[in-house]
């Protein structure tokens, strides 16, 4: 994972981790919204997206290195 | 209770932690494990990543005592720290040490995570400064963690401690002090988020650290908070080893900048002392300094740090302070490069930082950490700000000298006619004519005996060195 790409990649790669959530979850904005609980939905999100990236590292893998 | 009565009460704040509470007993600094957490403690300073750390300094040194050391009775697991010896806490820290006490929270948090141990809690609270080095000092934050689960429940705490801090203090100037010394667990990304402009939104660090997680408030469900098992270890592992990276980068982005613009106060030494009187003035400190041998010092108004410097280099411990954080800042960035014992702290001794918390008696006032706890007070080119800009009374500053000195204080007179002085009583010269040198050594004389006086050269400013009148004879 680099840390350096270009910002509309940022953005872009930030937005697609998030936009899922955002458009399939409602907003219960009437209700009690606890603070602090939109840091916490996206640390969730973003551990999925990387669950998602280890399986496709692991399959980078097998077909690179321990093929090798 | 058998607590010795310590000017500088630590750590009543304990009373949150369900694993155990920090003591302070006759000056020992101990800690009593409660027994559903002592197994993992234990585990915990043998892991790698504990001896490491404790080694390297990076985390607090720990040793389990036996109980019986202990006598208050119902204490099986006891815990003695090394003794951190000046508390501060973030609202006292340049943006520079908050930035610090990050990166070492990650460091140990990933070290920490290869030896099967998690951390619980993400916040600079479990940090404090020895010195200039951050010292990791709540060893009850590392639990041992299920292997599958893939969570870091402290991420968004660690967002609203250190992270929004330190980009409110980047992006908008805004010093920690505001920020946390009113709300114990940090900023709310809703409030940068109503900071920030239209455009300023959609950019990281905003985007991901302000934006999202205002835009995904209220969308939690009670689920999301039960753990949920990944499905292999490794994968765990992977998640929050990505995690923890991506904090670090996040932490590497917001790194406060190397401003060169420290000019605040400077003008004080670099226009108005010449090189031959800035040598002056060294040579008076150094022998004030071999003179008087102090093992602490405070230096009040440090500005560049440059006096503190040399007394660290004699052998003292330093506390340097003073009201504008970008010039602690660079004391701090020139004291972690020299390895040199100051600990460079963001307070106006006219307006310290009070007592702060639950009951006013969690973190202690600046003041009462501070009364006699230092063998050598320094107030350098200082005295007339106080005296001018604060209009604080030359007894009461002097009576504030005494107190917190053990034996020393040296300090700086500055005539009216000072230019500096004229400059800051901004054409109201009559309120501040009486201030001669005459007055200000009758003043002293209640309280202090002179040792060494100089005048420098050319200026009409005075170095006195005094010893308070009472102190024990060394």
Same mark, same amino acid.
């Given at each position: 994972?680099?840390?350096?790409?270009?910002?509309?990649?940022?953005?872009?790669?930030?937005?697609?981790?998030?936009?899922?959530?955002?458009?399939?979850?409602?907003?219960?904005?009437?209700?009690?919204?606890?603070?602090?609980?939109?840091?916490?939905?996206?640390?969730?999100?973003?551990?999925?997206?990387?669950?998602?990236?280890?399986?496709?590292?692991?399959?980078?893998?097998?077909?690179?290195?321990?093929?090798? | 209770?058998?607590?010795?009565?310590?000017?500088?009460?630590?750590?009543?704040?304990?009373?949150?932690?369900?694993?155990?509470?920090?003591?302070?007993?006759?000056?020992?600094?101990?800690?009593?494990?409660?027994?559903?957490?002592?197994?993992?403690?234990?585990?915990?300073?043998?892991?790698?990543?504990?001896?490491?750390?404790?080694?390297?300094?990076?985390?607090?040194?720990?040793?389990?005592?036996?109980?019986?050391?202990?006598?208050?009775?119902?204490?099986?697991?006891?815990?003695?720290?090394?003794?951190?010896?000046?508390?501060?806490?973030?609202?006292?820290?340049?943006?520079?040490?908050?930035?610090?006490?990050?990166?070492?929270?990650?460091?140990?948090?990933?070290?920490?995570?290869?030896?099967?141990?998690?951390?619980?809690?993400?916040?600079?609270?479990?940090?404090?400064?020895?010195?200039?080095?951050?010292?990791?000092?709540?060893?009850? !934050?590392?639990?041992?963690?299920? *292997?599958?689960?893939? $969570?870091?429940?402290?991420? @968004? #705490? %660690? &967002?609203?401690?250190? =992270? +929004?801090?330190?980009?409110?203090?980047?992006?908008?100037?805004?010093?920690?002090?505001?920020?946390?010394?009113?709300?114990?667990?940090?900023?709310?990304?809703?409030?940068?988020?109503?900071?920030?402009?239209?455009?300023?939104?959609?950019?990281?660090?905003?985007?991901?650290?302000?934006?999202?997680?205002?835009?995904?408030?209220?969308?939690? !469900?009670?689920?999301?908070?039960? *753990?949920?098992?990944? $499905?292999?270890?490794?994968? @765990? #592992? %992977? &998640?929050?080893?990505? =995690? +923890?990276?991506?904090?670090?980068?996040?932490?590497?982005?917001?790194?406060?900048?190397?401003?060169?613009?420290?000019?605040?106060?400077?003008?004080?030494?670099?226009?108005?002392?010449?090189?031959?009187?800035?040598?002056?003035?060294?040579?008076?400190?150094?022998?004030?300094?071999?003179?008087?041998?102090?093992?602490?010092?405070?230096?009040?108004?440090?500005?560049?740090?440059?006096?503190?410097?040399?007394?660290?280099?004699?052998? @003292?411990?330093? &506390?340097?302070?003073?009201?504008?954080?970008?010039?602690?800042?660079?004391?701090?960035?020139?004291?972690?490069?020299?390895?040199?014992?100051?600990?460079?702290?963001?307070?106006?001794?006219?307006?310290?930082?009070?007592?702060?918390?639950?009951?006013?008696?969690?973190?202690?006032?600046?003041?009462?950490?501070?009364?006699?706890?230092?063998?050598?007070?320094?107030?350098?080119?200082?005295?007339?700000?106080?005296?001018?800009?604060?209009?604080?009374?030359?007894?009461?500053?002097?009576?504030?000298?005494?107190?917190?000195?053990?034996?020393?204080?040296?300090?700086?007179?500055?005539?009216?006619?000072?230019?500096?002085?004229?400059?800051?009583?901004?054409?109201?010269?009559?309120?501040?004519?009486?201030?001669?040198?005459?007055?200000?050594?009758?003043?002293?004389?209640?309280?202090?005996?002179?040792?060494?006086?100089?005048?420098?050269?050319?200026?009409?400013?005075?170095?006195?060195?005094?010893?308070?009148?009472?102190?024990?004879?060394?």
């Amino acid at each position: 994972m680099t840390s350096t790409s270009p910002l509309p990649v940022r953005i872009a790669k930030t937005l697609l981790i998030c936009l899922p959530l955002l458009l399939a979850t409602p907003s219960k904005a009437h209700a009690y919204a606890d603070p602090g609980t939109g840091a916490f939905v996206y640390q969730a999100a973003y551990a999925a997206f990387l669950g998602g990236t280890y399986y496709f590292r692991r399959f980078l893998d097998r077909l690179w290195g321990k093929r090798k | 209770m058998t607590v010795a009565h310590d000017p500088a009460p630590s750590t009543p704040r304990s009373f949150r932690d369900p694993a155990g509470t920090l003591i302070e007993h006759h000056g020992r600094i101990l800690r009593v494990v409660y027994p559903q957490a002592a197994a993992d403690l234990e585990s915990f300073l043998e892991t790698a990543a504990a001896r490491e750390g404790m080694e390297s300094g990076k985390l607090v040194r720990s040793v389990r005592i036996p109980a019986s050391e202990f006598p208050e009775g119902s204490a099986d697991y006891v815990v003695e720290h090394e003794r951190i010896p000046f508390a501060s806490y973030p609202y006292e820290w340049p943006p520079e040490m908050l930035h610090a006490a990050g990166e070492l929270t990650i460091e140990l948090a990933r070290r920490a995570l290869a030896d099967g141990f998690g951390l619980k809690d993400a916040t600079p609270y479990n940090v404090l400064f020895r010195g200039s080095e951050p010292v990791f000092v709540d060893v009850l !934050s590392f639990e041992r963690r299920d *292997p599958l689960d893939a $969570s870091w429940m402290p991420y @968004a #705490q %660690f &967002v609203r401690t250190f =992270l +929004l801090p330190l980009l409110a203090a980047r992006h908008f100037g805004m010093p920690l002090d505001r920020v946390l010394a009113g709300a114990r667990d940090g900023l709310e990304p809703e409030t940068v988020y109503r900071w920030a402009g239209a455009f300023q939104r959609l950019r990281p660090p905003f985007l991901n650290l302000v934006s999202i997680p205002t835009w995904l408030k209220g969308r939690e !469900s009670a689920a999301m908070y039960r *753990p949920q098992p990944s $499905s292999s270890a490794e994968k @765990a #592992q %992977f &998640v929050l080893e990505g =995690l +923890l990276k991506n904090c670090a980068r996040h932490l590497k982005a917001l790194a406060p900048p190397v401003s060169d613009s420290t000019w605040s106060g400077y003008l004080d030494h670099k226009s108005l002392y010449s090189a031959e009187q800035l040598a002056q003035k060294e040579g008076f400190v150094a022998e004030a300094l071999a003179l008087a041998r102090p093992h602490t010092v405070l230096d009040v108004g440090a500005n560049e740090g440059h006096f503190s410097s040399l007394a660290a280099k004699q052998g @003292a411990s330093v &506390v340097a302070i003073d009201s504008d954080p970008a010039v602690v800042g660079s004391i701090w960035r020139r004291a972690k490069r020299e390895h040199a014992d100051i600990l460079p702290l963001v307070v106006d001794l006219t307006r310290p930082t009070p007592a702060i918390g639950w009951r006013n008696q969690e973190c202690a006032a600046f003041l009462d950490r501070a009364r006699g706890r230092f063998d050598m007070v320094v107030m350098l080119a200082v005295l007339h700000h106080v005296l001018v800009t604060e209009r604080i009374p030359i007894q009461q500053v002097l009576e504030l000298a005494s107190e917190l000195t053990r034996e020393y204080v040296l300090i700086e007179f500055v005539a009216p006619d000072d230019p500096m002085f004229r400059r800051i009583v901004r054409g109201r010269e009559g309120l501040y004519s009486h201030m001669t040198q005459a007055w200000f050594e009758a003043a002293a004389a209640e309280r202090f005996d002179p040792v060494r006086t100089k005048r420098i050269d050319g200026l009409n400013r005075w170095l006195y060195l005094f010893r308070r009148r009472g102190a024990p004879n060394s």
